[in-house]
């Protein structure tokens, strides 16, 4: 069993906290400043505290703070980390280096997302060598992959933005639907259980997402139908414009943590 801290619990770190003990594989414990936050995710951590000490006692701690405290934070852990420990950064934009500058544990970064908390998670890492707690915490969460830090950006906008890009598919296909007379919440469920299997399929398949589509379009279908609609649109071009002007974001945040 891996000993987890989570320091920081508010949007990500109680999703991580709420994923981590519905896999049961970890011992976690929780830190913050805030008692009252703590309070909220005390039910699915082995135990909460506000004591540095004992929240660095675990073998990985990840800092889910904001980009601007990571740096204050880690340096407040560093006395008390170990070089056989592991420390996990999350925070958009900051780096390795800023982080490893601060202790003497190994440094990962991984962008991860708020699907932890069903462990969902699709998580871009990148590290010197694979630690195989982080290995292990990642996969209880979801999907991850390995990548050179300098892609973090590019990752950024991917599965660290792109829940909100495919919430907003999710309630355009909703839209359509309930223009067809369908309830709004039948249509909901429908979209997004569309957006989970579609999800299951690819990640299930061996075959190239183009194959994927074509075995849908049966000809004079109706999946051809929609599907020559969107190919004689712009959508593939707009999303990935949104992609671009995320990663070029999270460049510009990252440009701020740069002391090194
Ligand atoms: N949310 C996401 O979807 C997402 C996705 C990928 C990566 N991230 C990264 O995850 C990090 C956290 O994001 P978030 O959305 O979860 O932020 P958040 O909701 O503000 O959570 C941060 C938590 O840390 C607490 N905190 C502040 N200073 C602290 C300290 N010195 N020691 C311990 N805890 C402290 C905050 O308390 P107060 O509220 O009292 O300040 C808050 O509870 C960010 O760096 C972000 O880039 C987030």
Redesign the pocket.
């Given at each position: 069993m891996t000993d987890v801290t989570i320091?920081?619990?508010?949007?990500?770190?109680?999703?991580l906290i709420e994923g981590l003990s519905q896999s049961g594989g970890h011992d976690i414990t929780a830190?913050?400043?805030?008692e009252e936050?703590l309070e909220r995710v005390a039910t699915h951590a082995t135990r909460t505290t506000t004591d540095v000490e004992t929240a660095a006692a675990s073998d990985v701690v990840v800092?889910?703070?904001?980009?601007d405290?990571?740096g204050?934070?880690v340096s407040?852990f560093g006395p008390h980390l170990a070089p056989e420990q592991t420390v996990v950064t999350?925070?958009?934009?900051?780096s390795r280096a800023h982080v490893a500058a601060r202790t003497d544990a190994t440094v990962v970064r991984v962008?991860?997302?708020?699907a932890a908390s069903t462990r969902d998670m699709a998580a871009a890492v990148a590290w010197d060598d694979p630690d195989e707690d982080v290995r292990e915490m990642l996969t209880d969460l979801g999907e991850y992959v390995e990548i050179e830090e300098d892609l973090m950006d590019a990752a950024?906008a991917l599965n660290?933005s792109g829940?909100a890009f495919v919430f907003y598919v999710v309630q355009a296909m909703k839209r359509g639907a309930v223009a067809e007379g369908v309830d709004p919440e039948a249509a909901q469920v429908l979209a997004a259980q569309t957006v989970v299997g579609a999800g299951e399929t690819v990640l299930g398949s061996d075959r190239s997402v183009d194959d994927l589509i074509d075995a849908v379009c049966s000809p004079n279908g109706t999946t051809i139908e929609g599907m020559e609609v969107l190919w004689d649109s712009t959508v593939a071009d707009d999303l990935g414009r949104a992609l671009a002007a995320a990663t070029e974001r999270s460049r510009e945040l990252a440009a701020e943590h740069t002391d090194e």
């Open positions: 320091v920081g619990c508010g949007n990500l770190g109680s999703a830190y913050d400043v805030d936050t800092v889910a703070v904001k980009p405290v990571v204050p934070v407040e999350v925070a958009a934009g900051v962008m991860p997302n708020l950024t660290g829940p």
